[in-house]
């Protein structure tokens, strides 16, 4: 298996831009999450889905981020319009259970929002 | 509010040396404790699983240890190597089976070197 699949790997962008971030979870994961490092506040969860229905979305930060997840393998983090506090690298990981010993991140997407 | 603490921040060891780096954390009850280990630019990977009456577990040359009662776990790293070089990321799952709950520490950053 290929793991937890995320695109772009870097993004570079001005203010105001809308930014799409992608993720392919690994076959057979029911859970997948989204989530963004920072220095200053480490790993935070922003939401996750089971088979494909948002469960919990109380971390995304505002209205201006959306997340989908259209099928069982694919899922998208949009960020529109986007502001410079956004930076930060963002993590997609999937699970065969919510709290499984299958929990696998991908590589993340560093975005940078100038 | 549940936390988890890591120290210290960043550590420097020579290649060949022996480290310990430690987890204080709040969450009560607790599920189970993990620690991850994160190379630069890639997504945290599971190094150890340890569930509340589990006192030790290791994974080649890392060996985590954990302390419910004192709410202390520890990873010790023995005869460290270059490849050492990462952060390592303690995380706590709170015993409600939901993973909106998991609470990351911020790391501890290792550097090995010659």
């Known amino acids: 298996d290929a793991g937890v699949i995320q695109s772009p790997r870097h993004e570079v962008t001005e203010m105001g831009q809308e930014v799409t971030l992608r993720c392919k979870p690994i076959s057979g994961h029911d859970y997948l999450f989204w989530y963004r490092q920072t220095m200053m506040r480490g790993l935070e969860l922003l939401i996750y889905f089971n088979n494909n229905v948002p469960i919990d979305d109380s971390g995304m930060p505002e209205d201006r981020f959306s997340a989908k997840m259209p099928n069982a393998s694919f899922s998208t983090l949009k960020i529109q319009p986007s502001e410079p506090r956004d930076s930060a690298v963002y993590f997609c990981a999937s699970s065969g259970t919510p709290l499984g010993y299958g929990y696998t991140f991908g590589s993340g997407t560093r975005l940078t929002v100038v | 509010k549940n936390q988890v603490e890591q120290s210290p921040q960043s550590l420097i060891i020579l290649e060949g040396k022996n480290c310990t780096l430690q987890?204080?954390?709040?969450?009560?009850?607790?599920?189970?404790l993990r620690w991850y280990k994160q190379d630069t630019g890639r997504g945290p990977v599971s190094l150890t699983i340890?569930?509340?009456?589990?006192n030790t577990k290791s994974n080649g040359r890392y060996t985590a240890t954990l302390d419910a009662d004192t709410k202390q776990s520890s990873l010790h790293i023995t005869a460290s190597q270059l490849s050492d070089s990462a952060s390592y990321i303690c995380v706590v799952i709170p015993n409600t089976g939901t993973a909106s709950k998991l609470t990351f520490g911020t790391g501890t950053r290792l550097q090995v070197t010659l």
């Open positions: 987890c204080n954390y709040t969450v009560s009850p607790f599920s189970n």
């Open positions: 340890m569930t509340f009456s589990e």
